[in-house]
């Protein structure tokens, strides 16, 4: 395997223990997700052929920010499926969002507005680009929607910002979206 595929294999490793299931990798995330750097290292060491420094390396050159290490801790910064409290504060939102999707959920978000799933928040951006590439990774065709995050927030909903510049809020309503004007 070269470099960058382990790198990479060892990145999406380190999602899934840090998002969805640390207890597969023997960890235990604190209230905030937060888990010590060193047991990480331990455990992806176990794993894979990999340094303390290659691990810096992932962090660092995480296209997404996914991560985010600090005093000898690290935590994923948006996505998770376990229960933490990443503890952000709301704020305002840009006038705009976007949301990728398949356009097959558009029947049932039509009905119910955006959800967050799994998730603990629906995933938003601030550019169409990134909606874009999140639809695209789904099959079939893809659709691009609008948020009217501008009149969401003066009608009291809340919006966060994650570390690493993903726009969360707890769901969309209907009544904010409309088919972005780029989608098929
Ligand atoms: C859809 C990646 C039917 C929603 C990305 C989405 C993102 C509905 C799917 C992050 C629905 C949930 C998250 C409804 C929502 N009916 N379908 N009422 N409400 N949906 O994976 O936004 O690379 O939980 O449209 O960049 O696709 O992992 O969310 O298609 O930021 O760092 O239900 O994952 O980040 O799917 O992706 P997900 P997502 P990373």
Do not use: C
Not at 42 to 67: C, G, H, Q, T, W
Not at 103 to 119: A, D, H, P, V
Not at 146 to 170: C, I, K, P, Q, T
């Amino acid at each position: 395997m070269t470099q960058a595929k382990l790198e990479t294999e060892v990145s999406k490793y380190m999602s899934y223990v840090l998002r969805h299931a640390p207890e597969a990798a023997g960890l235990t995330l604190d209230a905030e997700g937060w888990v010590s750097f060193d047991e990480l290292e331990k455990a992806l060491m176990s794993k894979y052929d990999v340094s303390r420094a290659d691990i810096i390396e992932i962090v660092e050159n995480n296209p997404k920010k996914r991560f985010t290490l600090t005093d000898n801790r690290i935590r994923a910064n948006q996505g998770h499926s376990v229960e933490v409290d990443l503890a952000l504060n709301p704020v305002e939102p840009p006038a705009v969002l976007f949301h990728g999707t398949s356009l097959t959920n558009w029947q049932s978000i039509e009905r119910e507005g955006l959800q967050k799933m799994q998730r603990h928040h629906v995933h938003l951006s601030a550019d169409v680009e990134t909606a874009k590439i999140v639809a695209t990774r789904r099959k079939g065709e893809y659709l691009i929607l609008r948020v009217d995050a501008a009149r969401m927030f003066s009608e009291g909903h809340s919006f966060f910002v994650s570390d690493n510049g993903v726009w969360l809020a707890e769901s969309v309503p209907v009544q904010y979206l409309s088919p972005d004007a780029g989608t098929p």
